[in-house]
């Protein structure tokens, strides 16, 4: 399978030992690994975990840290081992002539469209200048509802808003099994088609030293996939499995999420990853709720609304709920808060999010 642009996101399960500290081995197999593909001419942006599993390893507990909540604790860890992550990786890279540079991000950076565009264009610029991104979440200034759930949810992000062919997410398992990975009974479930629903398979649990588990990966590579990107789970402590999954897709262990056949719009993309930005709500009637779920087509017209909830300013991103309470779509709307709150019931208005500017589950 041929692919120009790849995103490859690392979990700490991959890059950290037991203990918490990195596997500079492991590591330097997977820069290995990247360098071959860019003499491939493939394009990599890497998302790494590791740096708060590097931070606490170089720390070690104190007495003092008992003192600090969890938030604060990882405040802590990352500063310090988001250093040694990407130096790290900087003399790795080095050593194949290549260089990288690290990008730090919030979930606020993406809860605008020129945030999102200004974080694109700077990843854009070095792809063209030969360097490859690292991108972490930047955990020294993030909050708990401002976090990522993990790596996962950024590196999907990330996928997306650089148009990439494919992401690949790299555990410390094949990938998903249709039962527990641990049980020789379970198999290898190797392809996910658009359609198909694999999440009843999936274990409860979260990794040793990471945020996510495998329920947060499936969603996550459901949602991407359904945006026209092919998403890959496999190990990433199988050796050579990056240049493998490229090379020999059909001989090496993997889940295989196929991308659907739509190419959604960048603003389409960024609307459809956007609920923890969402300033308010709009319900609507069964009649609105059908048209939209039955279409792609389908604007939002405020004759269909029954009721708003929050405050926001056009252009801002909202949830659509439907009458027995399921948010069926994600849309910047077209009206403030206020001018559609008058709006309500009204027919003859033009639409409160247009169809360009909304995202429905799995229809673009």
Request: hydrophobic share 40%; net charge neutral.
């Amino acid at each position: 399978m041929k692919y120009s642009r790849l995103a490859v996101k690392i979990g700490s399960n991959v890059v950290s030992r037991p203990d918490g500290t990195l596997d500079i081995t492991r590591m330097s197999a997977l820069v290995d690994q990247v360098a071959d593909l860019r003499r491939m001419g493939i394009d990599i942006v890497m998302i790494s975990s590791g740096a708060v599993a590097a931070g606490r390893s170089e720390l070690r507990p104190k007495e003092y840290q008992k003192a600090l909540d969890s938030v604060a604790q990882r405040q802590l860890f990352s500063a310090v081992g988001q250093a040694k992550l990407i130096n790290r990786y900087y003399e790795l890279f080095r050593d194949h002539g290549l260089s990288c540079g690290q990008v730090l991000t919030t979930k606020e950076n993406f809860s605008t469209r020129r945030h999102y565009l200004n974080q694109k264009h700077c990843m854009e610029v070095m792809l063209a200048a030969g360097v490859i991104p690292v991108v972490n979440e930047n955990d020294t200034v993030s909050l708990t509802e401002l976090m990522f759930t993990d790596n996962d949810e950024l590196s999907g992000l990330i996928a997306t808003m650089m148009g990439m062919d494919a992401l690949v997410i790299l555990s410390n398992i094949d990938g998903v099994y249709d039962g527990d990975p641990s049980d020789p009974e379970s198999r290898l479930i190797t392809d996910v088609a658009p359609a198909d629903d694999p999440t009843r398979y999936v274990q409860a649990g979260k990794s040793t030293l990471g945020r996510g588990g495998m329920g947060t990966k499936m969603r996550i590579a459901r949602k991407v996939a359904s945006e026209g990107l092919d998403v890959i789970i496999a190990n990433g402590k199988r050796p050579n499995i990056l240049v493998d999954l490229i090379t020999r897709p059909d001989d090496t262990p993997c889940t295989r999420f196929h991308a659907a056949s739509v190419e959604p719009s960048s603003v389409k993309k960024w609307i459809a990853h956007s609920e923890g930005f969402a300033k308010g709500e709009i319900h609507v009637n069964e009649g609105a709720a059908q048209a939209l779920l039955s279409s792609a087509g389908a604007s939002l017209l405020a004759v269909g609304v029954t009721r708003i909830e929050g405050e926001w300013e056009k252009d801002d991103v909202v949830k659509v709920i439907a009458p027995d309470g399921r948010q069926i779509a994600l849309g910047r709307a077209g009206y403030s808060s206020a001018t559609a709150a008058k709006a309500i019931g009204r027919a003859g208005l033009r639409p409160l999010i247009h169809r360009d500017y909304l995202y429905l589950e799995g229809i673009l």
